[in-house]
């Protein structure tokens, strides 16, 4: 099955800096890679997602890129803000999610004042 | 109101008690999910069920079972609770082509 490999476990950045997540993959054939963000006490919520036919995908300050090749994708948050604090999550699907989603371990981000 | 509820939102139990977990859905979605979180393991999917009728194991199945009662509920079952069931359960929805998954905001339990 999948496997879903993702760093650092904890970031802490200052306000106003950029933050990076990274992730690989193990299943050549796993063509949907979402990003979710875990606030306390809630359940995780999709930020952005991005398909295998895709190399980057933008909204406001968040991107993510996907390498195929190297079965890794990335998440990149710019000018950090304090809500930006929470948990994330990286996922992958060889169908879409249908079938449901192999979840990485997490990254905790902080935003330092 | 909440698209996606669930019911407790705590538990405590004791091993060996039967426990059920409820999730209830208002998006008209058709697909369900059951997912649990550990501290620093992610989330993993336990069963997840297409419609009424289509019920499929997830990665770790053993010692749940679910049930679909209708298009909007999808309750998770844990026949025999033991210690090491303790953890954070989400259910989640996904309509038909979609891919995003709603998350609902989660049932802590504790079995003691």
């Known amino acids: 099955g999948e496997n879903v490999e993702q760093h650092p476990s904890t970031l802490s950045v200052q306000e106003g800096d950029s933050a990076v997540i990274k992730c690989t993959y193990s299943d050549s054939a796993s063509n949907y890679f979402p990003w979710y963000k875990q606030e306390l006490g809630k359940g995780p919520q999709l930020i952005i997602d991005?398909?295998?036919?895709?190399g980057e995908k933008k909204d406001q300050r968040i991107a993510v890129t996907l390498n195929k090749t190297a079965k890794h994708f990335s998440l990149h948050i710019t000018e950090t803000q304090p809500e930006d604090s929470a948990v994330y999550f990286c996922a992958a699907s060889n169908g879409g999610g249908a079938d449901g989603l192999t979840f990485g371990k997490g990254t905790h981000l902080i935003i330092q004042p | 109101d909440a698209d996606v509820t669930q019911t407790p939102r705590n538990r405590i139990t004791k091993t060996g008690k039967r426990i059920m977990l409820e999730c209830s859905q208002t998006?008209?979605?058709?697909?369900m999910y059951w997912y649990r979180q550990d501290p620093g393991l992610g989330l993993r999917l336990i069963y997840y069920s297409f419609d009424v009728k289509d019920i499929n194991k997830g990665e770790i199945s053993d010692g749940y079972s679910v049930s679909r009662q209708a298009q909007a509920k999808f309750s998770l079952s844990l026949e025999s609770a033991i210690p090491n069931q303790t953890a954070l359960y989400f259910c989640?929805?996904?309509?038909?082509?979609?891919?995003?998954?709603?998350f609902g905001p989660g049932t802590r339990l504790t079995v003691l």
């Open positions: 989640a929805t996904s309509g038909p082509g979609a891919n995003e998954q709603f």
């Open positions: 998006k008209g979605h058709d697909r």
């Open positions: 991005i398909r295998s036919n895709v």
